[in-house]
């Protein structure tokens, strides 16, 4: 199973909508017949994959798979009828698969006379997949707010300026992070106000082509005039014109994304926070003071320090140096006390 993770996190597989899965078939003797892994959404699954490699010497072999082998026909047929078709005599899984459509293969296999264990490293299995898990298993995209602001927490200042809040390297940072997520959403009002292109640019501050591009999504029911930037097209754009987060996320969730960046003013962080809809947070403080403008995040309703939303912080870290040092902070809001 530790091979069968490591061939699920091969490098250079795209960026979901499908899970990273990886299979290692086993001769009875112990010895590997062939290995698989599944290259993004439209190729192969994993156990397919390595059932092409293997051909007859997978009957009577253990399949052990990182992810419940699927029970549907989506672009590729169901692995589980794909495996008992094979003659494959065992299947060892790791995590169960509790997307609706494909959910059952364990059963499928049993009803055949597969022998099926189902657990071994599931820990480690949904690790490979945090963001894939949690969007399948609370039916929405997983949320990382990422902010940037001064040490005493403005976002702008008081003439609106906001633009170089952060420093270079952490201007990097963030695209890299961008470049991990399938959607980047804004408010109208950062639109209106700073008209931000929200593309992923590389270390050579190059775009990235539009097909590796995360969408871009813009809420609130204000127009977006045409001639702002996040309308260009170098990347998708959709305009979400409702004020409700779960709105807007099952908006999002209908057209296969699993994780929102965040990038909105005060307004819109505070709407997500207060609807218990964000599950990270990434900031960047600048060594620079203000002393007014923009607060990082808009009214919580906190009239006193005992209502304040807390935060685990997860990791710290020093990204550039001189002048241009920033802090990024990693955390998780504690869910109980929002
Ligand atoms: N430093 C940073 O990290 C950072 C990041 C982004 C922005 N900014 C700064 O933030 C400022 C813009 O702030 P902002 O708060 O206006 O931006 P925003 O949060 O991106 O947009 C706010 C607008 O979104 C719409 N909206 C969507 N959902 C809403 C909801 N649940 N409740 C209320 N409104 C909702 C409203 O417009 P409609 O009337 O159209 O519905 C609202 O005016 C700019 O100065 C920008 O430079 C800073």
New binding site residues.
């Given amino acids: 199973m530790t091979r069968a993770l490591e061939l699920a996190a091969s490098p250079g597989v795209p960026l979901g909508p499908n899970p990273r899965v990886g299979c290692v078939l086993l001769a009875p003797d112990g010895t590997t017949v062939a290995e698989g892994f599944h290259r993004g959404a439209g190729s192969p699954h994993a156990e397919a994959d390595a059932l092409a490699r293997a051909g007859d010497r997978a009957r009577g072999a253990t399949a052990v798979v990182t992810l419940e082998p699927c029970n549907h026909t989506g672009r590729t047929g169901p692995c589980a009828q794909a495996l008992v078709a094979a003659g494959v005599a065992r299947v060892v899984f790791a995590q169960s698969d509790s997307n609706p459509v494909a959910t059952g293969g364990a059963g499928t296999l049993r009803a055949a006379g597969v022998d099926v264990e189902a657990g071994l490293l599931a820990d480690a299995a949904r690790a490979v997949n945090r963001v894939w898990t949690f969007a399948v298993e609370h039916g929405r995209p997983f949320v990382t707010w990422?902010?940037?602001?001064t040490l005493d927490g403005?976002?702008?200042a008081a003439d609106?300026?906001?633009?170089w809040?952060?420093s270079p390297p952490a201007r990097r940072d963030t695209h890299r992070l961008r470049g991990l997520c399938d959607t980047i959403l804004?408010?109208?009002?950062?639109?209106?106000?700073?008209d931000?292109q929200l593309t992923v640019r590389d270390e050579d501050d190059r775009p990235l082509p539009r097909d590796r591009q995360p969408l871009r999504a813009?809420?609130?029911?204000?127009?977006v005039p045409p001639t702002r930037r996040v309308l260009d097209d170098a990347a998708e754009t959709v305009l979400?014109?409702?004020?409700?987060?779960h709105e807007?996320l099952a908006a999002l969730r209908a057209r296969d994304r699993q994780h929102v960046f965040l990038?909105?003013?005060?307004?819109?962080?505070?709407?997500?926070l207060?609807?218990g809809l964000v599950d990270e947070v990434v900031c960047?403080v600048a060594p620079m003071l203000l002393g007014a403008g923009?607060s990082?995040v808009?009214d919580l309703g906190a009239a006193t320090l005992t209502d304040a939303l807390h935060l685990d912080v997860v990791e710290v870290t020093t990204l550039g140096a001189g002048a241009d040092t920033n802090v990024r902070l990693t955390l998780t809001p504690l869910k109980e006390t929002v």
């Fill in positions: 990422k902010l940037a602001t403005r976002s702008a609106g300026t906001s633009r809040v952060s804004v408010g109208t009002g950062t639109v209106l106000v700073d931000p813009v809420m609130g029911v204000r127009d979400l014109r409702t004020r409700d987060p807007a990038e909105g003013g005060p307004t819109l962080a505070a709407a997500f207060a609807a960047y923009l990082a808009g």
